[in-house]
Antibody, heavy 117, light 109 residues
Framework: QVQLQESGPGLVKPSGTLSLTCAVSGGSISSDIWWSWVRQPPGKGLEWIGEIHHRGSSNYNPSLKSRVTISIDKSKNEFSLELKSVTAADTAVYYCVRHGFFSLEDWGQGTLVTASS | EIVLTQSPGTLSLSPGERATLSCRAS???????LAWYQQKPGQAPRLLIY???IRATGIPDRFSGSGSGTDFTLTISRLEPEDFAVYYC??????????FGQGTKLDIK
């Protein structure tokens, strides 16, 4: 079974850039599957951030599109998230996810990122 | 944007009872594009149902999904202690590509 593991700083300064990486094991990131980032502010619901395919296509949530970049590194079997100009509203648990049939099938354990000075 | 509204916000039931959770969409959603997730405290969401009614791998058959158009339902036939959690519905297809309902918390009565 595919496993996903997020990594990156747990604290980001306001106006700074949030950078996270998702390591994929037990499967190839170059398979014909999409990969996403989803976030969840403390005590709140889920928000889809964006997705990427190994062929280079990506799609983003319009509410975040101007600040988000998702990239993929096939040589390392991982994909990454960059979110610029963070504010306190970006404080959340960030999950990386492997897609299923128009659904989000396999999730990483999540990593809490706090935007604070 | 398609808005998903889940009801009730909180459902208090006892083990052994039947749970019925509702997800209503602001516009019609293809049945292929409706999924349900379970989330326990401190854990990532777990996919339960996709394509409105197909159980994901390893999901017990006490979980079932139904519905079409704008009204979808997740039913848990007989609640087990481990089923008390928050449940989210999710749709695919309208921008943004993936949106979630606000969640239903299933509490032990």
């Amino acid at each position: 079974q595919v496993q996903l593991q997020e990594s990156g700083p747990g604290l980001v300064k306001p106006s700074g850039t949030l950078s996270l990486t998702c390591a994929v094991s037990g499967g190839s990131i170059s398979s014909d599957i999409w990969w996403s980032w989803v976030r969840q502010p403390p005590g709140k619901g889920l928000e889809w951030i964006g997705e990427i395919h190994h062929r280079g296509s990506s799609n983003y949530n319009p509410s975040l599109k101007s600040r988000v970049t998702i990239s993929i590194d096939k040589s390392k079997n991982e994909f990454s998230l960059e979110l610029k100009s963070v504010t306190a509203a970006d404080t959340a648990v960030y999950y990386c996810v492997r897609h299923g049939f128009f659904s989000l099938e396999d999730w990483g354990q999540g990593t809490l990122v706090t935007a604070s000075s | 944007e398609i808005v998903l509204t889940q009801s009730p916000g909180t459902l208090s039931l006892s083990p052994g009872e039947r749970a019925t959770l509702s997800c209503r969409a602001s516009q019609s959603v293809s049945s292929n594009f409706l999924a349900w997730y379970q989330q326990k405290p401190g854990q990532a969401p777990r996919l339960l149902i996709y394509a409105a009614s197909i159980r994901a791998t390893g999901i017990p058959d006490r979980f079932s999904g139904s519905g079409s158009g704008t009204d979808f339902t997740l039913t848990i036939s007989r609640l087990e202690p481990e089923d008390f959690a928050v449940y989210y519905c999710q749709q695919y297809g309208s921008s943004p590509l993936y949106t979630f309902g606000q969640g239903t918390k299933l509490d032990i009565k």
